[in-house]
C-alpha cells in the first residue's frame, strides 16, 4: 500500500509565503478547515480509493440506488411508470397507487414519517445515511470521481495534472473529463425531469414540438448546470458548508450513537516505522496518514469527532489496509460509539431512540392504515353562489352548493347523488349521472331546496348519498343556510 501524497499533505508553510513579503499570520494548520489553505485557498480533495469491506458495502448499495433512480420511470405499473408525479394532472403515481392532492391526511403522514426516520436514523446510526446513501456522496464517489480516475489518474497524477501549465494534453484530458461529466449530467437531469413528465412524453415532445416543452427544457438545463457545479467543483463543501443534516446530526447524535473513531488508547503514541526501535514505547498508529489521504472531507480523524467527517468509512478501510501490512489487527479506526470509547457499553435502547421509534412506528403505520383504507371515490360538497341561501315564493328556501368528486380508481366511474334528509327536501345537479374518468376531479353545480320549517337557528343539516356504478357509496353530511327563528313553524 502506498499512500498517495494529496494537496491535504503539503505543510502550510508551502502555500504560505515567509519573510518580509508575508503580510499576514495565519492560524497553525491544525485550526484551519480542512478544505482551506494557510492562505485561505480552497484546498481540493483527491481521496485515494481503498477497496475495503466498507467500500464494497457502499459501492453496492450506490449501484443498487443508481438502478432504481434511472429505472424506476421506465418500469410500466397499471400503464404508467413506477413512479411519476404528474404536475399536469396533480396527481401522483405510485406503484400503480394513485395520490390526489386532496390526500393531504396521507401527504401529511407520509411527512412525518420521512421527519421521524432521519431523526431515528441519525440518532442511531450517524452519519451513516451520508457515506451509504446520500445522492451527495453515491453520485460523487462512485460515479464522479471513478471517471475522473479513469482519464487522470489517481490522486497523486490529478493533482500533478491540476499544477501543470496549460498544454495540449492537459486541455484534451479536462475537456474529455467534463464532456463525459456533461452526458452524466444530462442523463440525471432528463431522468429527473421524466418523474415529473414520464420518458415517453418526454421523448416525443422535445423530438416533435420542443418549443412547447420549454419548462421541461429549462429544469434540465438548470439540473445539469446544478450537478455539473456540485460534483465538479464544489463537492465536500456540500457537505462541511451547506448541507444542514450534518448540523441536525450534532444536535441528535449522543453518547449512543454509531460513529467512525479512532482508537486513541490502542494507537497511542503514534510513530512512523522507521522511527521504530526495539524498547521505544510506540502505539498502532504509524502516522502515515493513509487515513486522512482517504478522506472526502480531509479529515483527519485522529483528531476526535469533527462535523466534517460524514461517516464514509473510507479511513476505516484504508488503516485496515495498513494494519494488515504491518501484521497488526485491523480496526484502529472503526465504528463504535462515545460511550465505548470510554470503555462503556454501547445502549441500543434508550429513552431517545425508544421515542423515535415509536414515533416512527406510529407514523408509517398511520400511513399504511390511510392507504388501505383509501376509499374509491372522494366527495366534497362546499357553497356555491354568491348568496347563503334564497327563498323561494312557494316558501322554501334553496341553497346552491358545488360537489366536487375525485375517481380514484383506473377506470370510469358514473356517480349518482341523492338527498337522504331532512323530510321535504329535494335536489337538483347539473348533471346526473356525473361521469368521471380515473384519477380525475369533476365539479358539479346543485340546489338543495327544503321547507322554511325545518331550520333551527339559521341552519339545518342535510344528508346526501353518492353512489357510483362501481360499488362505491358514501353518505355526505352538508349545513344549509336559512332564515332565523324558524323552528317547527312560521318565519
Ligand atoms: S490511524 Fe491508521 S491510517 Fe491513520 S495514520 Fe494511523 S496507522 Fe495510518
Ligand atoms: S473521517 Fe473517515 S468516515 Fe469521516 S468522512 Fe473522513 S473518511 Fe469518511
Redesign the pocket.
Known sequence: MAPAVTEKEQPAAAAVPSGPERVFNVAPEEDLLYSLSADGKRKFMH?VVHRGRFWRIRRTVAYLLFFLFFALPHIPVGGRPAVLIDLATRNTHVFGATFNPTDSLILVALGFGIIVTAFFVASAFG?MWC?YACPQTVYLEFLFRPIEALLEGGPLNQRKLNAAPLSGRKVAIKLAKWSIWTVAALLMATTFVSYFTGWGPLLQGLGTDPLSWKGALFTIALVTGAILFDFGWFRDQMCTIACPYGRLQNVIADQDTIL?AYDEKRGEPRMKVKDRVLGVLAGDCIACRA?VN????????KRGL?P?????????D?CDEVMRGIGKPIGL?KYTSEREQKGGVRRIWRPRSIAYLTLMTVAWAALAVLILTRGDALVEIVRGGREPYRLLPTGEVANQQRVRITNQLSEIQRFTIEVLSPPGASLVVSQSPVVVEPDRLVTVNAVTTVPQSVFVDGQVPVRYLVRSDRGFQKEVQFLLLGPFGTAGGTP
Open positions: 481521496p452519519r457515506g467512525v487515513c482517504a478522506c472526502p472531507t480531509g479529515t483527519d480523524i469533527q466534517e467527517c460524514i461517516g464514509t468509512a473510507q479511513c476505516i484504508a479506526i
